[in-house]
């Protein structure tokens, strides 16, 4: 369960990327800990009925509580401690969308991610990607 703070934390970050991609899907806490198999270890996760149309994004509770920490300890709050995993809760999203055109993880998949991470890095405007 994220604190007030976490949400609005993570809720900052996802209407920032919404806005720079364009894109309008769910993208939702959710405990990946009650997920079956491997994706209980995700980070991240899209879900589809068939594989084809992406339904929502959730991303790990644990994982937004380590970046919001992270990102306390960056600002100078020593009573947070910096995060382990390296990757961010952007580029975990970005990768998440990049489901929406390519289910499959393969070179198109991490061609796009990369595109999609560069994009939401960047000062320009907020582009239109066909998804």
């Known amino acids: 369960m994220l ?9 900052s970050i996802v209407k920032f990327i ?5 894109v ?7 405990d990946h800990d009650l997920l079956q198999g ?4 995700a980070l991240g996760c899209s879900w589809s009925k068939d594989k084809i149309i992406v339904d929502k994004i959730t ?6 509580q380590e970046c919001y920490g992270d990102y306390m ?6 009573s947070f401690v910096p995060k382990v995993e390296e990757k961010s809760i ?3 999203i970005c990768h998440e969308i990049a489901h929406m055109s390519y289910w499959r993880h393969g070179k198109k998949h991490r061609e796009l991610t990369r595109e999609l991470i560069m994009l939401v890095n960047s000062n320009s405007q907020s582009q239109e990607y066909i998804l």
């Open 3 to 11: 604190s007030d703070n976490e949400k609005d934390y993570f809720n």
């Open 18 to 22: 919404k806005q720079k991609i364009n």
């Open 24 to 30: 309008n899907i769910p993208i939702i806490p959710y």
């Open 38 to 41: 491997k994706s209980k270890e």
């Open 59 to 64: 991303i790990d509770e644990y994982f937004i």
């Open 73 to 78: 300890y960056r600002l100078g709050y020593k």
């Open 90 to 92: 952007e580029e975990v």
